[in-house]
């Protein structure tokens, strides 16, 4: 990875705390009284099994999708905020980005300066050098030109991710960021976060299925089932081989280490 200083989060980052969040579809309940708080420049990790409401609720916290409670910033509510403050705030890696065709990757990340250039300017010089250090970070710049649509899954998924960090927010919500990525490139990706939140403390809420990669990169673990929450703690509190059979239904043993626990599936 590239040894230059990582795009800076101006502002530094934000609490964030959900309340009593509720949310469903339709007439079916997905999400009761779910309830977190991460602390600027916390790293809150949510886990859970298939189907147990992890998208629902990044997406509720951002605004994305109805829900009852509250979601405060540094304390403020963040109902009726104006869509474009909202976006200076939290930025949003989704796990299945729909993404624009004949748009080039450069373009694509620039998107993410949107909320803080002018309506319909042009990028200004600020925007062209946030974009061009987060692609040589996300290691795309070879990939600027090419249309993002033809990018490979994992080239996809590092520019989706770089369109959130050009939007310099104050917290990142990240919605399986690694899914597409061989473990190299993961690796590469969580470190650049984990830099990015100690140095400029950039919150991260990230849901993720490798609960070794949870374990070892947040320091708090929120795990739903059933769309409450389960367990909340620390990855060592939440981490265990019952609680893993409890919720996931499955073997697991868990290895401490001196980054967090490793979970290693037994047959
Ligand atoms: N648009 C939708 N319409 C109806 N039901 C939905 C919709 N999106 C999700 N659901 C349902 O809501 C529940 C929670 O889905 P969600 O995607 O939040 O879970 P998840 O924990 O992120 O799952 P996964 O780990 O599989 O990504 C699931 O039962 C899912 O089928």
């Not at 795009?7 to 609490?15: M, N, Y």
């Not at 409670?69 to 939290?90: F, H, K, Q, Y």
């Not at 590092?158 to 690694?178: I, S």
């Not at 320091?219 to 909340?232: C, F, K, N, Y």
């Amino acid at each position: 990875m590239s040894r230059r200083p990582p795009v800076p989060v101006p502002a530094g980052g934000a609490r964030v705390e959900v309340v009593g969040l509720s949310a469903g579809y339709g007439r079916r309940p997905v999400l009761s009284s779910v309830r977190f708080a991460v602390d600027a420049g916390g790293w809150l990790g949510i886990i859970g099994p298939n189907g147990s409401g992890k998208s629902t609720l990044l997406r509720s916290v951002l605004g994305l999708h109805p829900y009852e409670g509250e979601v405060r910033i540094d304390g403020a509510p963040t109902t009726g905020m104006p869509r474009r403050d909202r976006a200076r705030l939290l930025a949003y890696a989704p796990q299945l980005p729909v993404l624009p065709e004949a748009v080039s990757t450069r373009d694509y990340v620039t998107l993410g300066r949107t909320p803080h250039r002018p309506l319909l300017a042009a990028p200004r010089a600020v925007d062209r050098e946030v974009v061009a250090e987060v692609m040589t970070r996300l290691e795309l710049t070879a990939l600027a030109d090419r249309a993002v649509v033809t990018l490979s899954g994992g080239e996809q998924q590092r520019a989706v991710l770089a369109r959130a960090l050009a939007q310099q927010p104050r917290v990142l919500l990240l919605d399986e960021p690694t899914a597409a990525l061989d473990l190299g490139h993961a690796q590469q990706v969580l470190d650049l976060l984990d830099h990015l939140r100690r140095q400029d403390g950039l919150t991260v809420v990230s849901t993720l299925h490798d609960l070794t990669l949870a374990g070892q990169y947040a320091d708090r673990l929120t795990l739903l089932a059933d769309g409450r929450v389960a367990a909340e703690g620390t990855p060592e509190q939440v981490l265990t081989a019952e609680a893993l059979s409890a919720h996931y239904g499955a073997r697991a043993r868990i290895v401490p280490g001196a980054h967090g626990p490793a979970v290693l599936p037994v047959r």
